[in-house]
């Protein structure tokens, strides 16, 4: 059974920390690329980085760049998001998803295009 389970979220005041993680089962996690995304209330899903199968490449949306760190270990079948500086807008629920792909070493995660989505995880950044 393939699954992408997320956590690590929780309440967080603004300028601190919070490492996510995404478990991989079921399937290789070295043959997909890796997005995380996430969905602010009342906003759509936006995707915030993504990482090459290899993990030579990452790439991050604009807003999170400097302060958000994506990493992969391929062996264990984890994946991370490292959030530092966070501020109240960075609060959504974050989701995981795959993307199998040949190409080793793009970084490019288009939403429609991942093939398997984790539940999400809650992140709130508040006083």
């Known amino acids: 059974q393939v699954q992408l389970v997320e956590s690590g979220g929780g309440l967080v005041q603004p300028g601190g920390s919070l490492r996510l993680s995404c478990a991989a089962s079921g399937f290789t996690l070295d043959a997909y690329r890796i997005g995380w995304f996430r969905q602010a209330p009342g906003k759509e899903r936006e995707g915030v980085s993504c990482?090459?199968?290899?993990?030579?490449?990452?790439d991050y949306t604009d807003s999170v760049k400097g302060r958000f760190t994506i990493s992969r270990d391929n062996a264990k079948n984890m994946v991370y998001l490292q959030m530092s500086s966070l501020k109240p807008e960075d609060t959504a629920v974050y989701y995981c998803?795959?993307?199998?792909?040949?190409?080793?070493?793009?970084?490019?995660?288009?939403?429609?295009?991942?093939?398997?989505w984790g539940k999400g995880t809650l992140v709130t950044v508040s006083e």
């Open positions: 998803a795959a993307m199998r792909t040949i190409a080793r070493n793009q970084a490019i995660c288009p939403q429609d295009g991942m093939n398997y």
């Open positions: 990482i090459s199968r290899s993990g030579i490449n990452s």
